[in-house]
């Protein structure tokens, strides 16, 4: 136990058990407890933990070079990660701009996007509108997009206004309407939103394939994403998606709208991309996008010092070639339809349980007061940090989530192994989550929630 902590936790009061090693999908503390990572951490060890073969790219990354400053050298790391991710990415998405945390990709994709378009000598167009119920991040302009009320709130008068659609929430649909009959009105009200403020003024939209954070794993029907680029095109703006949770084989391809049939003009990647081994993450551009900039100024505005820094470019590049190597992406969907079709059956055995939703292995289960109303639970029952901290008792790491309803009601999870996993880790998966919902239910039995 420490006598006094130095250092700032997500509350400050947290008492956090003290990591000591990671192998494979496990974690394991100090005390020797096991923990079973159901989350990746933050959807992020994507290949789990230990892995040797991202210690020897590190280490031999290491022996020659850790740090260079991008406007000095290039590097071979750099190089050849660049290449790579355009090679496993669709269509002329090409350009990399490397970066060090999926907030910092988003905000340099808004850069890009507006700067696209003053290098073709249109400077109105400066805004980029989003979603209510997503996040991209926490820095200011990433946080201007996120439409996440509760991050949000301390900082309103500094942030954009730019959320401005309900997000494809079938579960809750504004409209109690179905998919595909419903016409994607949601989809639709992007059209509504670019008129009342402006083609001239709107350089992008942005949107997650999956809503991760803010909605639990909320992914849209089929068709959504043909109909938000089909408005995009029609009204000259660039349509940039953020993969920074979904890409580099979450939901069971390079790019989860790889699954949408449609292509970005600019993709924020980041979380699986170092898989946690080190800090990186990047814009993604399309020769579209680039082409103005290279006729004209030759710069794109954005940069930090550690960009393109050799060793986590090493790393990245180790992870991208242990994915392809073990055919890790190409085993995904299997295995989540696998976990989802029997969380979907945990839905007759916990009435708390109102949705279970997702892509690939990246899943989400939303709980109710009453799944026949939807109701949800109130705030001060606090459901959702409850089943994380039954989940970690029992040694089962899962993500809190909000779910959306109206930016402050709703609970839900995700649950996003490693895509490493085995099916016999799977099923462990599966009896920890359940002693934590049978925890819950004797919570619920107490009149503890
Ligand atoms: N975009 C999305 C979709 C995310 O899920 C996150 C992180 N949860 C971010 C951006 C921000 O990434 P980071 O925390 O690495 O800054």
Redesign the pocket.
Known sequence: MLERTYLIKPSLDDTLPMIDYGKGIYLYDMEGKKYLDGASG??TANIGHGVTEIIEAMQEQAKKISFVYRSQFTSEAAEKLAEKISALTPADLNWCFFVN??????ETAMKMAIQYWQEKGIHTKTKVLSRWV??????LG?LSLSGHTGRRARFVPLLEDFPVMNPPYCYRCPYNLEAPSCGYLCAQELEQAIKRIGANHIAAFIA?PVI??AGGAIAPPKDYFKTIKKICEANDILFIA?????GFGRTGSMLAMEQYGVIPDIV?L??GMGAGYAPI?AALASEKVIEPILAGTKVVMSGHTLSANPQSCAVSLAVLEYLEKNKIVSEVESKGDYLKNRLLKLKNDYSFIGDVRGKGLLLGIEFVEDATTKTPFSREALVTQKMISFAKEKGLLVYPAGAGIDGVNGDSIIISPPLTITKDELDDLLTLLKATFDAFTMELKSGGV
């Open positions: 933050a959807v945390s999926g907030s910092e990709a988003v997503s996040y991209h991040g926490i820095t990433a997650e991760g954070a953020d993969e920074v949770m979904t924020a980041g979380k993450a």
